[in-house]
């Protein structure tokens, strides 16, 4: 390799004058499956840099390196030289975005996060969540609490499905391994009783350090034969309709979520647990208390008495001594 072809492998690839939306922006490079390396020499220059496409696919070729080249979605800085982007576009090295699930959202605040998401493909819109799970080969199986709250990366122009799926098995992996350590004396029958009851002790805990005695209790109360009793899933039942005050007529009124009138665990989770929350169900702290009641600063108050339970909800709920 000549002196001449060695200082333009590594020089910077000048920038067409106008070229991105401003001077310290990066190009954005888009390489369709399939492109051969003369076509993407060809994207580029169209990309906005000002050099030879030849030369380009000349270093491409001379490399060896130019069947590596994977297709994506690129942003390439100004001042890149040819031999720092070929690196660039044989590793994949593709320009990323992310976006977070949180632990307690339902499946409609994470669909709706989707929908948000920044340059991330919309190939769920219009589809109702039975068609999403069975897009996702889970026909049958309900979409809520299903998918692992974490912060997930994707290449621009991404399916929001491929997201899912990721999601999906992450849930998986660590749903198993919960189970796994389960304790042997749990009333739980199945992982997907582990899941539902994990939903319910993260959307009832304040603090962290309260999530095993929450468990605890519904764990109780379910060997018990005891009403469960938890508002967040009554609220889950009213769907929509909530309007953030429930209401002595929604503890009366009956659905499938009403753990005030139906005993056991409701039918599906009601939102996406974390690991904590996870192993929380199926680990919880060996405690008598059948009662807890919220002390207003995010902990709980936990009792194993009807008594001792009303009295500690007239002093932390109605301000009496």
Same mark, same amino acid.
């Given at each position: 390799m000549g002196a001449g072809a060695a200082w333009w492998l590594q020089a910077p690839m000048p920038v067409r004058a106008g070229a991105g939306e401003g001077a310290a922006q990066p190009l954005e490079l888009e390489i369709e499956p399939g492109t051969t390396p003369r076509g993407v020499a060809q994207a580029v220059v169209q990309a906005g840099f000002d050099t030879d496409a030849r030369l380009l696919y000349w270093w491409f070729r001379l490399s060896g390196k130019d069947r590596g080249i994977k297709a994506g979605n690129y942003e390439i800085a100004r001042g890149t030289s040819p031999y720092v982007l070929l690196e660039m576009l044989v590793r994949g090295e593709e320009a990323l975005r992310a976006v977070t699930l /949180?632990?307690?959202?339902? +499946?409609?605040?994470?669909?709706?996060?989707?929908?948000?998401?920044?340059?991330?493909?919309?190939?769920?819109?219009?589809?109702?969540?039975?068609?999403?799970?069975?897009?996702?080969?889970?026909?049958? /199986?309900p979409a809520e609490g299903r998918f692992f709250p974490d912060t997930y990366t994707y290449a621009k122009g991404s399916s929001d499905l491929a997201v899912l799926r990721r999601a999906l098995h992450a849930m998986d992996r660590r749903l198993e391994a919960a189970w796994a350590l389960r304790a042997p004396d749990t009333p739980l029958k199945s992982p997907e009783q582990a899941l539902i009851l994990a939903s319910i002790v993260e959307k009832e805990?304040?603090?962290?350090? *309260?999530?095993?005695?929450?468990a605890g209790v519904f764990t109780n109360r379910l060997r018990a034969g005891m009403l469960l009793q938890t508002d967040p899933t009554v609220i889950y039942g009213l769907g929509e309709? +909530? *309007?953030?005050?429930l209401r002595r007529r929604d503890?009366?009124? *009956?659905?499938?979520?009403?753990?005030?009138?139906?005993?056991?665990?409701?039918?599906?989770?009601?939102?996406?647990?974390?690991?904590?929350?996870?192993?929380?169900? /199926?680990?919880?702290?060996?405690?008598?208390?059948?009662? +807890?009641v919220a002390r207003g600063?995010? #902990? #709980?108050? +936990?009792? #194993?008495?009807?008594?001792?339970?009303?009295?500690a909800v007239n002093k932390y709920q109605r301000g009496q001594k």
């Amino acid at each position: 390799m000549g002196a001449g072809a060695a200082w333009w492998l590594q020089a910077p690839m000048p920038v067409r004058a106008g070229a991105g939306e401003g001077a310290a922006q990066p190009l954005e490079l888009e390489i369709e499956p399939g492109t051969t390396p003369r076509g993407v020499a060809q994207a580029v220059v169209q990309a906005g840099f000002d050099t030879d496409a030849r030369l380009l696919y000349w270093w491409f070729r001379l490399s060896g390196k130019d069947r590596g080249i994977k297709a994506g979605n690129y942003e390439i800085a100004r001042g890149t030289s040819p031999y720092v982007l070929l690196e660039m576009l044989v590793r994949g090295e593709e320009a990323l975005r992310a976006v977070t699930l /949180v632990e307690g959202w339902n +499946f409609r605040q994470l669909r709706a996060a989707l929908a948000r998401a920044e340059q991330l493909k919309g190939d769920t819109a219009g589809l109702s969540d039975a068609e999403i799970m069975a897009r996702l080969d889970r026909a049958g /199986v309900p979409a809520e609490g299903r998918f692992f709250p974490d912060t997930y990366t994707y290449a621009k122009g991404s399916s929001d499905l491929a997201v899912l799926r990721r999601a999906l098995h992450a849930m998986d992996r660590r749903l198993e391994a919960a189970w796994a350590l389960r304790a042997p004396d749990t009333p739980l029958k199945s992982p997907e009783q582990a899941l539902i009851l994990a939903s319910i002790v993260e959307k009832e805990t304040g603090r962290a350090e *309260d999530r095993a005695q929450i468990a605890g209790v519904f764990t109780n109360r379910l060997r018990a034969g005891m009403l469960l009793q938890t508002d967040p899933t009554v609220i889950y039942g009213l769907g929509e309709k +909530f *309007d953030g005050n429930l209401r002595r007529r929604d503890l009366q009124t *009956d659905t499938p979520y009403n753990t005030y009138t139906r005993a056991g665990l409701p039918p599906t989770p009601i939102a996406m647990p974390g690991r904590a929350a996870l192993l929380a169900a /199926v680990q919880p702290a060996n405690t008598r208390a059948l009662y +807890f009641v919220a002390r207003g600063d995010g #902990s #709980s108050h +936990f009792s #194993s008495t009807l008594d001792e339970h009303n009295r500690a909800v007239n002093k932390y709920q109605r301000g009496q001594k």
